[in-house]
């Protein structure tokens, strides 16, 4: 699985980068042979007022679902990462069950 992060801050510390992507990592593990891909991009949305304002968007490039795209807002970066990442794999393990499940059966009466 490729990661990538973005930033809105420039100058992120590498040691912070390594965290992020280490925790994509070992949260999607499990369902990595689904995702190919995933772009994590932060930022903090109206600069030094505070607040609710940073957010984390996630974008997931997987094999036989499309792009998966997920957002979250927190009062800062590490809970609005915790935050898409919880959703992204709710949403990946949601898609992977409806699609294991066999198709119902319809009959006319």
């Given amino acids: 699985m490729n990661v990538l992060i973005e930033s809105s801050r420039s100058g992120e510390p590498q040691v912070w980068r390594q965290q992020v992507e280490q925790r994509v990592r070992s949260v999607l593990y499990r369902l990595q042979g689904q995702v190919q891909q995933a772009r994590i991009s932060l930022r903090d949305i109206n600069g030094p007022k505070g607040g609710v304002d940073k957010q984390c968007q996630i974008m997931l490039t997987t094999a036989g679902y499309g792009q998966l795209v997920i957002?979250?807002?927190?009062e800062d970066a590490q809970g609005a990462l915790n935050q898409a990442?919880?959703?992204?794999t709710h949403s990946l393990a949601?898609?992977?069950q409806r699609k294991r499940r066999p198709a119902r059966q319809v009959s006319l009466v």
């Fill in 71 to 74: 957002v979250a807002k927190a």
């Fill in 85 to 88: 990442l919880q959703r992204a």
């Fill in 94 to 96: 949601r898609l992977w």
